[in-house]
């Protein structure tokens, strides 16, 4: 079973700073990774598929990179509505999907 | 617009059985696959089993196989979970997902239904 890593497990930050969430994989998952955003009493909502593809409405602030183990989420100038968890998920073997522990972004 | 719609929040106690829906909408529900994911309490999301309602294809997690039931019923645009012996430990919030075969990822979600398992 591929395992995935997120750290750190919690990032405090001030609004207008740059976030770097990373998320590593075990084995290779080419770049079937995907990022997703909760907010507290809300459901997950998709923001990066494919490593580096924003998904539709998701604004230009987020952005995703790396390939094969290592991945990055950056959120380039923080707003006050991206306090949240930030899961990152894999499916290379299909039908096998896998979740990060996730990381908490919260107000410094 | 595309749209999950979870049934509403359950107490159940331990030994009962539970059937918990999600109806699509918006999209051709026979052509995407429909995962559940489970969040326990203060925890990480696990991805439980899939299902593709075109031919009721489903496949398990090797945690959950045996645990749940997963199911469909295209007529209706409607995936199931289900457990036949709930026990505290099931006590969670359960999400249902469309996956995008292009995009490899979870693109809509439902609100999710509580199942609250207590004596």
């Known amino acids: 079973e591929i395992v995935l890593t997120q750290s750190p497990a919690t990032l405090s930050l001030s609004p207008g700073e740059r976030a770097t969430l990373s998320c590593r994989a075990s084995q290779s998952v080419s770049s079937y990774l995907a990022w997703y955003q909760q907010k507290p009493g809300q459901a997950p909502r998709l923001l990066i598929y494919d490593a580096s593809n924003r998904a539709t409405g998701i604004p230009a602030r987020f952005s995703g990179s790396g390939s094969g183990t290592d991945f990055t989420l950056t959120i380039s100038s923080l707003e006050p509505e991206d306090f949240a968890v930030y899961y990152c998920q894999q499916r290379s073997n299909w039908p096998r999907f896998t979740f990060g522990p996730g990381t908490k972004v919260d107000i410094k | 617009e595309v749209q999950l719609v979870q049934s509403g929040a359950e107490v159940k106690k331990p030994g009962e059985s539970l059937k918990i829906s999600c109806k699509g909408s918006?999209?051709?529900?026979?052509?995407?696959?429909i995962g559940w994911v489970r969040q326990m309490p203060g925890k990480g999301l696990e991805w439980m089993g899939i299902i593709y309602p075109g031919d009721s294809d489903t496949r398990y997690s090797p945690s959950f196989q045996g645990q749940v039931t997963i199911s469909a019923d295209k007529s209706i645009s409607t995936a199931y979970l289900q457990w036949s012996s709930l026990k505290a430990s099931d006590t969670a919030m359960y999400y249902c997902?469309?996956?995008?075969?292009?995009?490899?990822?979870?693109?809509?979600w439902g609100q999710g239904t509580l199942v609250t398992v207590s004596s």
């Open positions: 918006g999209y051709s529900f026979t052509s995407y696959w």
């Open positions: 997902a469309r996956y995008s075969s292009g995009w490899y990822a979870f693109d809509y």
